[in-house]
């Protein structure tokens, strides 16, 4: 990873305010084309699986390029600009109501989302200090859990002999319910 100075690589953004999609769903595209050539993101935004929110991420990156070609005229196409930053935020959320049985009302909230795209002709850029390169290209491998070996392995006939098999504990027996006295009252009130 180089450490470029931001004064000397070419950086565009392009922001797309009040998307309606929730921004979880809009986290499912925009992460496609992170890292990615900005050709090789439109082509990707272009047949996207939904439709809508493709054909929005395809404007912004193109916008974000236009952007690039009007600070460098020397810019020939997008195949020499990065994808460095994809970012989706919470936008406004618009409330409304579904009537429900018994006079209720159940809320329904429309989410938006807010979409930045920023594009570099340094693939190792980033804007952001706090973030490295290997974060914004691959999410984090999982980790393994930890083997933990206190005693070494014993081998067959070690561990038959020398360790028996621990014995079952018997299940406790629950008490038997006792029966309530009978009532008095009744022979009392035939009595008199």
Same mark, same amino acid.
């Given at each position: ?44 935004m272009k047949f ?38 994809a970012l989706v ?50 999410? %984090? @491998?999982?980790? +393994?859990? /930890?083997?933990?070996?206190?005693? #070494? $392995?014993?081998?067959? &006939?070690?561990?038959?002999?020398? =360790?028996?098999?621990?014995?079952? %504990? @018997?299940?406790? +027996?629950? /008490?038997?319910?006792?029966?309530? #006295? $009978?009532?008095?009252? &009744?022979?009392?009130?035939?009595? =008199?």
């Amino acid at each position: 990873m180089s450490n470029t100075d931001t004064t000397t690589a070419l950086v565009s953004r392009a922001v797309l305010r009040d998307l309606r999609a929730t921004p979880q769903k809009a986290r499912r595209v925009v992460n496609l084309v992170r890292g990615q050539r900005a050709d090789t993101a439109l082509n990707m935004m272009k047949f996207a699986n939904q439709p809508e929110l493709g054909q929005a991420i395809y404007t912004l990156i193109a916008s974000a390029v236009s952007n690039a070609k009007q600070k460098n005229p020397s810019l020939r196409d997008a195949s020499e600009l990065w994808v460095v930053e994809a970012l989706v935020d919470e936008g406004f959320t618009m409330k409304r109501y579904r009537p429900r049985a018994q006079g209720r009302g159940f809320a329904i909230d429309k989410r938006s989302s807010q979409v930045t795209v920023v594009l570099s002709d340094d693939k190792n850029l980033r804007t952001n200090k706090n973030l490295k390169a290997s974060q914004m290209q691959k999410p %984090k @491998a999982r980790r +393994k859990p /930890a083997v933990i070996a206190d005693k #070494p $392995a014993p081998t067959k &006939a070690a561990d038959s002999l020398s =360790e028996k098999p621990a014995p079952k %504990k @018997a299940a406790a +027996k629950k /008490a038997t319910a006792k029966k309530a #006295p $009978a009532k008095k009252a &009744a022979t009392k009130r035939k009595a =008199e």
